[in-house]
């Protein structure tokens, strides 16, 4: 008696093919946005520092931080579920106003600008 042998076939090689695909599809997170920033002095000394953001995520519960004259300097104003907001500061010496806003996946906005006099 022979004793059965059995063949086994050599397993066909791996390829990889390369391609391009149109970004199209893919989607990318843009940068919050500011919009309408202005400052209006409400009374001697005091302004309010209004805007709106836009971004592709929810923009309730971001923070708009503010930097310039030191009164500014550090301020944050919470953005509302419509996306606006507003901060009321006291000024002693004027300047100009930066503002930003980070969004939930760290993308921040460009910076825009507003001027306050005391």
């Known amino acids: 008696m022979t004793p059965s042998r059995t063949l086994k076939r050599a397993a066909a090689p791996l390829r990889a093919s390369l391609g391009l695909h149109p970004l199209d599809d893919r989607i990318v997170p843009a940068a919050p946005v500011i919009h309408n920033f202005a400052s209006t002095q409400v009374s001697a000394g005091l302004w309010m520092l209004t805007g709106s953001v836009t971004d592709d995520e929810s923009v309730g519960g971001l923070a708009v931080a503010f930097s310039g004259p030191a009164e500014v300097d550090g301020l944050k104003a919470d953005v509302e579920t419509d996306g606006s ?34």
């Open 85 to 118: 907001f507003v901060v009321f500061v006291n000024v002693s010496v004027g300047g100009t106003v930066e503002a930003t806003v980070e969004d939930w996946t760290s993308l921040v906005s460009d910076p825009v600008y507003t001027s306050i006099y005391p």
